[in-house]
């Protein structure tokens, strides 16, 4: 394999390529913690709007005479039900993956290896004019530890990472056009929070367009 396809933090020292390794990881698992809880934030948003839109909507074909006639009312109550059974499809969600107490397992993922990193940074400092096998033992020490962490927990997603690419453009083993970092993005709203911002939206769009197009009814 040509050197042009090894990263450049691979073709250096050893110490080098850990730098990085725990570096981009650190960084990576507080964007997993982080992007979790966003996400349970949102979870939780999402079914509390919902929720409220189901009561609403009753109150209305309730309330208001002029939504409680024939097709209208039965309208009105098939979208009641059609949040319901989004609301339990969230919520089932959200149990299963445990967003809360994932992401604090990643933040404290995250605080140990940037432990390791912080350590790595000043062993390279102390031994900058002397990297004799001693200093080779302690970085190969401070890699065993760094492998055990990586063991014990979940590994970030491939998205994690990219924003780490993305939060870092310009270093040389990233050179990340603008393009490149929108598209991170764009990539990480749509694959992890568009749905509960759908959720919390499209509702009462679709009501107010309902109730425009009927409003020659009223």
């Not at 919520?91 to 912080?118: D, F, K, V």
Request: with cysteine; aromatic share 14%.
């Amino acid at each position: 394999m040509s050197s042009s396809n090894i990263p450049l933090y691979a073709q250096g020292t050893y110490d080098r390529e850990l730098n990085y390794k725990l570096w981009s990881t650190y960084k990576s698992r507080f964007n997993a913690a982080a992007r979790l809880r966003r996400k349970h934030d949102l979870s939780n948003k999402a079914v509390a709007l919902l929720s409220a839109y189901v009561m609403i909507f009753s109150l209305i074909t309730t309330m208001l005479p002029q939504f409680s006639q024939g097709g209208t009312s039965q309208i009105i109550l098939f979208i009641s039900s059609a949040l319901s059974i989004i609301i339990l499809v969230v919520s089932q969600l959200e149990a299963s993956q445990s967003y809360g107490l994932r992401a604090h397992t990643y933040h404290q993922s995250g605080l140990q290896i940037a432990e390791l990193y912080n350590e790595l940074r000043a062993l390279k400092t102390r031994f900058a004019k002397d990297k004799g096998e001693e200093f080779i033992g302690k970085v190969e020490d401070i890699a065993k530890r760094y492998d055990d962490i990586l063991k014990r927990s979940e590994n970030h997603e491939n998205i994690d990472f990219a924003c780490f690419r993305a939060s870092k453009p310009k270093y040389e083993d990233h050179s990340l056009s603008k393009s490149d970092v929108l598209r991170t993005h764009l990539f990480l709203f749509t694959g992890q929070y568009l749905f509960y911002y759908l959720c919390m939206t499209v509702p009462p769009v679709v009501f107010g367009i309902f109730v425009w197009s009927t409003r020659s009814n009223f």
